[in-house]
């Protein structure tokens, strides 16, 4: 079966994150406020991983560098991981190591489709053949516009975006047993050896 592609620039519009070295300066410049800045590892395996956002105090950025419901950010180097924002995840700085993809106007395509797709291990090797370095190789927004983007019907674009958040949603399930699982284990440790809870 044969399915109909478009570049990623005929679908959204690509914005580079904030330079990291200005937010200090804008400071400077005008009253500061805090905001939440999304880092690198802060994006993990198509999610938002909280306890990893930092807090800075900013001066005036314009809100573009913001992320807005239904934006996708992408990194720009290896593993390439990318995350939907939803309605929670609204606000955050994002710096110059990712871009923010923003749907055009009247686009066809779903923007959870987007990142789910951005997120599977064929477009990671597509986006890879896109990077330039011999070390670690980087995306530039200008390669990034002809990543080519698969657009099955808007309506299978909604259920794989759907099968792809339900396995993300039983990933940070596993997650969270494992962790209270650790623990356990640590308390029972702590109680019977060493005599502490």
């Not at 986006?127 to 657009?151: A, F």
């Not at 674009?157 to 047993?177: D, S, T, Y």
Request: contains cysteine.
């Amino acid at each position: 079966m044969t399915v109909q592609t478009k570049k990623l620039s005929l679908l959204c519009s690509i914005k580079a994150g904030y330079p990291s070295s200005r937010i200090i300066k804008t400071v400077k410049e005008t009253p500061a406020q805090t905001s939440k800045v999304l880092i690198p590892r802060a994006i993990d395996d198509g999610c938002i991983v909280e306890t990893e956002l930092t807090t800075e105090q900013v001066g005036h950025i314009k809100d573009d560098f913001y992320t807005h419901e239904g934006d996708v950010v992408l990194k720009l180097s290896t593993p390439y991981d990318c995350v939907y924002i939803d309605k929670t995840h609204e606000g955050i700085l994002v710096t110059s190591f990712a871009v923010i993809l923003r749907p055009l106007h009247d686009t066809e395509i779903d923007m959870r489709y987007l990142a789910a797709f951005l997120n599977t291990a064929q477009a990671k090797r597509v986006l890879q053949s896109h990077g330039t370095g011999l070390v670690i190789p980087l995306l530039k927004k200008s390669t990034l516009e002809d990543v080519p983007i698969p657009l099955v019907s808007y309506s299978r674009q909604q259920q794989l975006a759907q099968i792809f958040e339900n396995v993300q949603q039983q990933k940070a399930n596993a997650r969270k047993l494992l962790s209270l699982g650790s623990q356990l284990v640590e308390s029972e440790f702590a109680s019977t050896v060493y005599g502490t809870q």
